[in-house]
């Protein structure tokens, strides 16, 4: 069953001219939000072949149904479960995205929209739970994470991990048992980082498209082996990001933690190549929107595609998985 829903997932991220993780209403998103993806072939026959995706008809759930109990309160007693959920999310709008810059390895700081995505972001991943948070090492992902935790509702304290000397690990030491236990860790890695955009980096993206082609820009900008001068191409970001998530990231998800990477347009998508088992011809379509908060559940050692989180209402974080439901209501009666 879960094989096929990677399966169903990858047909429907090549099944659009443009693919974008956009959380405004795709077809993609509405449909895995609400978890009524189609099985392959149950409805339109060939439909992988032809990259389409059914519109409506025989849709099969590709997860199990979640039953909660009568009392609504959920059943606390720890499960032992290898499922984990992954979160991935690009971060907010940056100065350089606003004025339209390569930025590449650029530190660029969030806008106040970039600010604001962060913020709505958290709200719409604030039920589901993450022990343990990526971002890359400049300041736009970072922020992004620390905003978007803040909005959490467990309410632990999102804490950098400085591990490039031994005075800075033992100079950050926490000392209570019970606050470590109230804190996440957040680990930095360069290798998350932006592609290097070599020498585009600072120029304005329209006026580079007018002295050099529409074409050149793009495959510049999207191709999956074609470098910018000087700079990466999505395969030499995909050869550091993809190793550095399966040796760092992989374990803790194969471990049972929850998982948050923040990280950049390009960095993500290589990884969400390697994820969803894309060509190289079908990530040239896939675009990543900036602040938009993506679902992956880890089972059985696949990555189940489950779309962009739609917010703290109950349909939506209910429908993921049972596991997920569980902690949304321990959620809800820590509260009451
Ligand atoms: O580095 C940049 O300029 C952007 O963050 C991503 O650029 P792109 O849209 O060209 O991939």
Redesign the pocket.
Known sequence: MYRMAAATSHNAIVSTQSHRWNGKNSRLDKRTANVRLVSVGSCCPGSRKLGLVCASGSQSSVIDPVHLPSNGKGDHSPKKSSESSLILIRHGE?M??EKN????CVDVPLTPKGVEEAIEAGKRICNIPIDVIFTSAMIRSQMTAMLAMMQHRRKKVPIITHKESEQAQSWSKIYSEDTKEQSIPVITAWQLN??M?GEL?GLN?QETADRFGKEQVHEW??SYDTPPPNGESLEMCADRAVSYFKDQVVPHLTAGKHVMVAA???SL?SIIMHLDKLTSQEVISL?LSTGIPMLYIFKEGEFIRRGSPVGPSEASVYAYTRNLATYRNTLDSMVQ
């Open positions: 940056s350089w995205n810059l390569f930025t590449g932006e592609r955009y980096q993206k900008r999207r950049h347009a390009n998508r675009e």
